[in-house]
């Protein structure tokens, strides 16, 4: 079961990303609507406000919306392992989103093959892999960082999705066993 898994949603460009499992994506919205009150929630934007589809984007910006080149790059990879860190944050002018760091080696491999391999437009030059939890008003974001709930969870992917700007996603089987381990190629 996806939490409110829009598979229509509109956005400007493709992207890449990992779903969590129902049960942590479950525990990290719960731990959002348990220690942020709906008041501090920015929600002057339709498309803010509370995460209901926790996931990890490996890349964002992507300007073909056909799914096969990525299919070609990430398909058969090893499954992607990660680690979840402490609650944090990322600020702007307009709102700061709580967020949990992630660690991910893994991860990091994907969104360098992606980054070097595929067109795609992007003002973040360096990948910092995240779950958001939640967009907030300005300056409020500093009450939830460093909270410790979700550290050390570790996490397996066995599939990359890819999200084009509209329209349906497209799984992405990664490869399992020694064989696919031993593929890295970067």
Not at 47 to 66: C, E, N, Q, S, W
Not at 149 to 161: A, C, L, M, R, S
Request: net charge negative.
């Amino acid at each position: 079961m996806r939490f409110n898994w829009d598979i229509t949603a509109d956005y400007d460009y493709a992207s890449t990303q990992v779903n969590l499992s129902d049960d942590i994506a479950k525990r990290i919205m719960d731990w959002g609507k348990e220690n942020i009150p709906d008041e501090e929630v920015y929600d002057t934007d339709e498309d803010k406000g509370r995460d209901d589809d926790p996931h990890i984007t490996i890349l964002y910006g992507i300007v073909d919306d056909a799914p096969q080149q990525v299919i070609d790059l990430l398909q058969g990879k090893p499954p992607a392992i990660a680690t979840l860190g402490k609650v944090s944050l990322f600020e702007n002018d307009d709102y700061d989103v709580v967020k949990i760091s992630v660690e991910s080696e893994d991860l990091a491999k994907f969104q360098k093959i992606l980054w070097d391999e595929v067109e795609h437009e992007s003002d973040y030059p360096e990948y910092e892999p995240h779950v958001t939890i939640a967009y907030v008003k300005p300056g409020s974001g500093s009450l939830y960082s460093g909270a410790t709930d979700f550290e050390g969870t570790k996490i397996t992917f066995d599939t990359v999705v890819f999200s084009p700007s509209d329209g349906e996603k497209t799984d992405i089987p990664l490869g399992v066993g020694l064989a696919a381990r031993l593929s890295w190629s970067v």
